[in-house]
């Protein structure tokens, strides 16, 4: 059974929305103030946080970041003022998987929560095709969620790992951040492409040793990135 946290201040709508994803046959806990939702998220196993941004105690971009911070890839789906542009924004850049403006349908909101799911369980299928990737001294294992780089264990995001996953999958070729945004993230957020930029900044910064001087992840100018293609051709592979 699926387990759902919603955090979020205004009794109706925490309400109603758990009342819905109880629908979804999942367990719902409610934490209607910033510091308690923090609190449940770092010491249960949660499958979705439902996080409004808004909140007394702190933030919803405060609580998505120190739960990123600390490696929490638990799936956020934030819940934002209809003029919030800015803060929905950040959320992404922070590690939030998607955003609902307020007010929203509850038909809405149930299909992000599936489709958050469903990319959810794709990343953690065992039958995914080419589990294990390797391209110089990268190595990408899809079922175990892991990369390390010579003996090196890397800490990514869930965000990030999918991220250098699909350009792994695709050696050379180029993608925009919209096509990068709609294939990563799911959605084609308008307007957010430097939000694509920002978690490959981090993601150099991680993986390269001269974040400025990359190896593995390349920009294409005027266009967009791409992974190298030219990272020991006879030792890149790609296995179920």
Known sequence: MKRFLIIEDNADIANLVAMHL???EAEVEIANEGN???ELAQKQQFDLIVLDLMLPGIDGLEICKRLRGHANNTPILMLTAKSAELDRIVGLELGADDYLPKPFSVREL??????ILRRVDTRTDPSTDGNTIQAGELVLEHTKR???IGNKSIDLTAREFDLLWHFAQHPGQVFTRTQLLDSVWGYCHDGYEHTVNSHINRLRSKIEDDPSNPVYVLTVWGVGYKFSENLNDEQTRASA
């Open 146 to 148: 892991s990369t390390t």
């Open 22 to 24: 109880r629908d979804l």
């Open 110 to 115: 149930i299909a992000r929560v599936k489709a």
């Open 36 to 38: 308690l939702g923090l």
